[in-house]
T-cell receptor, first 110, second 117 residues
Framework: SQQGEEDPQALSIQEGENATMNCSYK?????LQWYRQNSGRGLVHLIL?????REKHSGRLRVTLDTSKKSSSLLITASRAADTASYFC??????????FGSGTQLTVLP | GAVVSQHPSRVICKSGTSVKIECRSL??????MFWYRQFPKQSLMLMAT?????????EQGVEKDKFLINHASLTLSTLTVTSAHPEDSSFYIC?????????????FGPGTRLTVL
């Protein structure tokens, strides 16, 4: 069964606005990763945050991790139409396998 | 960056036939590859972990006789869906893991859309 739950399931915003997606998980992790998937395509790795890190930035992406609450958030600033995609969090634990969240479908309107 | 390819990208077959999907790491060697299945508007579900030179490890509920996995080399893993049925129609995605540390990253192939008539 999937470990992670993401909310919202779907998010629609205007170009230029910020988009925030949240991910919760159930067991201890080594790291948490965020991926993007365009419709009908494979996954693109966005960012990895280790369990001992609290925040990480990469370009317009900002990821936070709260291991006490077993949650993470992905913030995309100044969104563009090209950011329209599904976003998944994935946790990696002792087995070093990825367990994916349910995903958030982001639509950025031009 | 690391590139993973899959072939074919799309396949349509009749019920009862077998379909082979290839996953290749193009510019790196991958000791471990993973196979996922994704139904429409759902997340990825891990089917099996494939290690070069050894038998694949299947997740609970995945029939190993139905989904045959072979990892013949450090750059190639294959998934064969045997005697496919309409319920096997799905998007199959492979990934290859680089590195051995806990920060290792999986690189994903573009996926294979299987439609069983």
């Amino acid at each position: 069964s999937q470990q992670g739950e993401e909310d919202p399931q779907a998010l629609s915003i205007q170009e230029g606005e910020n988009a925030t997606m949240n991910c919760s998980y159930k067991t201890s992790i080594n790291n948490l990763q965020w991926y993007r998937q365009n419709s009908g395509r494979g996954l693109v790795h966005l960012i990895l945050i280790r369990s001992n890190e609290r925040e990480k930035h990469s370009g317009r992406l900002r990821v936070t991790l709260d291991t006490s609450k077993k949650s993470s958030s992905l913030l995309i600033t100044a969104s563009r139409a090209a950011d329209t995609a599904s976003y998944f969090c994935a946790t990696s634990g002792s087995a070093r396998q990825l367990t994916f969240g349910s995903g958030t479908q982001l639509t950025v309107l031009p | 960056g690391a590139v993973v390819s899959q072939h074919p990208s799309r396949v349509i077959c009749k019920s009862g036939t077998s379909v082979k999907i290839e996953c290749r790491s193009l510019d790196f060697q991958a000791t471990t590859m993973f196979w996922y299945r994704q139904f429409p508007k759902q997340s990825l579900m891990l089917m099996a972990t494939s290690n070069e030179g050894s038998k694949a490890t299947y997740e609970q509920g995945v029939e190993k006789d139905k989904f045959l996995i072979n990892h013949a080399s450090l750059t190639l893993s294959t998934l064969t869906v045997t005697s496919a049925h309409p319920e096997d129609s799905s998007f199959y995605i492979c990934s290859a893991r680089v590195g051995r540390a806990y920060t290792d990253t999986q690189y994903f192939g573009p996926g294979t859309r299987l439609t069983v008539l």
